[in-house]
Structures are given as C-alpha cells and as structure tokens.
C-alpha cells in the first residue's frame, strides 16, 4: 500500500500544517475524486433522478444506478436492489427497527458495547411495543464471550427474534465474529442484523459469506459525502420491512383510497433524493475497492501499535479493550479516569496539529455501567495516515500527561 500516493489524493493532506487526523472513527476525509464529483453534480446535471427524462435527470438516474452497483459489488451483494441509500447508519438501523413487525416479548439481542445507534432503537421499541432487548455480557476485555451468547440464544427459546450487533465497536475498535455470531442466530430462528459502520470502511466484508441479513453502515466513514449512508438486506426481507417514510418514489401507484407499494429499494428511498451524495457515494466507494482492503486493515494495525505502545504505560491511563492492538483494529481508545479528555483533545489540536476525540463516543452505556463517566480520549487511524503520525499522537499525548501529573 502506497500511503504517500493515497494523501496525494486528499486535499486536507496536502500543503502546509497538514494535521495528523485521527479521528477517522468519526468522519473520514474525502478524496478529489468524491468532491469533485458533489461539484459536478450541481455545476453540470443538477437534475432529479427516477422521474425527469431529460438530460439531467437521465445522467443523475444513470450515476445513481451506478453508485448503487458499486457498493452492491463492494458488499457482494447477489442483487443492486438490495442496497438502500439512506442518510447515515442510524437511519439503516431504524429501518430495519421500525420495519420489522414485532409481538409483544419477542427479543433482540445486542451486545453491551453498541454505539447509541444501535441501542436506542430497541429501547424505544421496548417502551411504546414492549418488545424484550437483551444485552449480552462482553469478556473482561471487551472481546466477544461466544458462549454467554449461546447461552442467551437457548434461554430466550423462540422469542428470539433479531440479533443486532456492531461488526466492530466504535468503543475500542474490537471486532465480534459475525460470520459465527449469525450461524447461532439462524440456527435459533432469528435474524441478525449487523452495524458495519466501524467494519466496512477497513476490511473486506462479503454479505453472502457472513450469512447475514441485514447490514446498516456509514458512507461518510468511508471517504464518501455527508449525510450518506446505506442499508443493504436480503431481498425476501427488504421486501417484507414496513417504510419507515412514505411519500413519492416509494409507490408504483396510487388511489384516492388504495395504493401499490413499490419494491425495494425505491420503497425506502422517500422524496426527493440527496443526488449528489447518492453519486458520490459510489464514486467513494469505487475509490475503496481499488484499494486492498486487507493491506488497509494491516496499515492500520501497525500505526495501532505505535500509538498502543506509545500510550500504554502512561500514568493515569488506560487501553479499552485489549491490550494487543492486532484485536483493535485502527483505534486506540484510553480511558481518562481523572484526566479531563476535552482538554486534552484541544491541547492535542492546539500544540502539535494532531485530531482525535474525546468523550463518551455514543456509548454512554457501557460508560454508565462501568462509572467511566469522564470518556475516554480516542485515536483512529485509517489508509492515509502515516507512523510519523501515530508516533506523534502518542509523544505528545506523553508531554500532555506528563504536564497533568
Ligand atoms: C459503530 C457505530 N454505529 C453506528 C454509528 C452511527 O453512524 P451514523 O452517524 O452514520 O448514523 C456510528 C458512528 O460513529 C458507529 O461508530
């Protein structure tokens, strides 16, 4: 992987006081390519997509059509009619929430390490449709306890209705072994839904191999627009989810007193569309898949050892998850306990151009349960950084602490 010729194609990453982003957890940069092609959506065919038939509106229909078979291919998807274009992976997951039809007790599962995304749906559907959310217990270190699991599985019998886990935490950047995770699921009578926000943008993920369902990620954390994000699910089961907005495009017709539901993916995709993230989003998404995607996950591995072993015996401090950095993938999260983790990050902004994030990361719960009320302070890498970077993250983290102590 040619790290110095992938920032060439990152505005941000050229000229003077380039900073040393490592908050990719959170928002990714964008390349040329996905910028200018926002820019060439309103400058040359601002048109409307799926109804106008004129020029614009036939080049906007052709590059979303486009996008959508680049990320079908991306994912491995065995149709383009099973990618839904939403705004982020919250929006995916509260489609498949507020799509599903739910009785009274029937059980979803999460872990006890979910981004709020993938928690508060379930609690609101727990409140106003009294299903039962479950949460099952992590290991000590945040690893997946594939037993606990199983043993939920068999206490809950055939209440089990959906399994809805992160692929990887946005916590600590541990991964959960989906691939076995929907093996038990199915085998139990239930759905797995998988958040791929985290998982998407640094590995390869193949929908058909995993056996999955369902598959809710984040096109904004993977070089693509703001406001981005897709839903891809078996058809058969797409076709069987509820929209959760209805309007135009979601219908093949209507009456004054009936209508006819139109097949997914235009079902879910209500009103007027966000056109050019929708084509720039594929453009992103073909700039991902010329990369090797398991290099990508490597690089970030090796910058997640210097950081790890810059950072781990640092008074005051401690790693979220395991220590072994091969089992965090590209982030390196540290629990702050009484170092105030906002200062931090600005004195990490101000004094040496390095970005991270600080706070709870929209996991309260699992800071709310373990009393870490004060968050933690996190770095994530991605393709584009470099080890000169990940190495000044975790000596000017040193100088900070040190000056705290
Ligand atoms: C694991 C995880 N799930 C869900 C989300 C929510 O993603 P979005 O902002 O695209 O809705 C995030 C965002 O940080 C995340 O990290």
């Excluded at 982003?21 to 040359?44: E, H, M, Q, R």
């Excluded at 229909?61 to 383009?80: E, W």
């Excluded at 902004?349 to 990361?361: F, I, K, L, P, T």
Aim: charged fraction near 20%; include cysteine; charge should be negative.
């Amino acid at each position: 992987m040619d790290v110095n010729s992938i920032r060439e194609d990152f505005p941000t990453l050229r000229g003077d006081n380039v900073p040393a982003y490592l908050d990719n957890a959170c928002v990714t940069l964008k390349p040329d390519c996905v910028i200018n092609s926002i820019n060439d959506y309103y400058t040359k065919y601002p048109g409307c997509g799926g109804r106008s038939v004129h020029r614009y509106g036939t080049a906007v229909s052709k590059g979303v059509a486009d996008s959508r078979r680049s990320i079908a291919s991306f994912l491995n998807a065995s149709s383009v009619n099973e990618v839904v274009f939403t705004k982020n992976a919250t929006q995916s997951i509260n489609q498949i929430a507020h799509g599903m039809k739910w009785s009274k007790g029937d059980v979803v599962l999460t872990t006890d390490r979910e981004h709020n995304s993938n928690l508060v749906p379930w609690l609101q559907l727990e409140q106003e449709q009294g299903i039962d959310h479950r949460v099952v217990a992590s290991n000590e270190d945040n690893t997946f306890d594939l037993e606990a699991f199983e043993e939920v599985c068999s206490e809950v019998g055939d209440k089990l209705k959906l399994v809805s886990m992160s692929h990887v935490g946005n916590l600590d950047g541990v991964s959960t072994p989906i691939k076995e995770i929907a093996k038990i699921s199915h085998d139990h009578g239930a759905l797995i839904a998988v958040d791929g926000a985290q998982s998407l943008p640094h590995m390869n993920v193949d929908v058909q191999d995993l056996d999955i369902d369902f598959i809710a990620f984040s096109i904004h954390k993977m070089c693509g627009p703001s406001g981005m994000g897709g839903l891809w699910g078996r058809f058969d089961l797409l076709d069987d989810l509820r929209t959760i907005q209805s309007g135009g495009q979601t219908v093949v017709t209507t009456h004054y007193d009936s209508l006819q539901w139109a097949k997914p993916p235009a079902r879910f995709e209500g009103g007027l569309g966000n056109f050019s993230g929708m084509i720039a989003a594929g453009v992103a998404i073909e700039y991902l898949a010329k990369q090797d995607m398991d290099a990508v996950h490597q690089h970030e591995i090796k910058l997640n050892k210097i950081m790890t072993a810059g950072v781990k015996d640092l008074n005051g401090i401690e790693i979220i998850g395991p220590e072994d950095a091969r089992l965090r993938g590209g982030i390196c999260s540290l629990l702050m306990h009484d170092l105030p983790a906002h200062d931090m990050a600005i004195l990490l902004d101000e004094a040496a151009n390095v970005m991270v994030r600080s706070g709870q990361h929209c996991v309260h719960s699992w800071f709310n349960a373990k009393g870490h009320v004060n968050g933690s302070l996190r770095a994530s890498a991605y393709m584009y950084n470099t080890e000169e970077e990940a190495k000044l993250f975790s000596d000017t983290l040193e100088e900070i602490v040190n000056a705290f102590s």
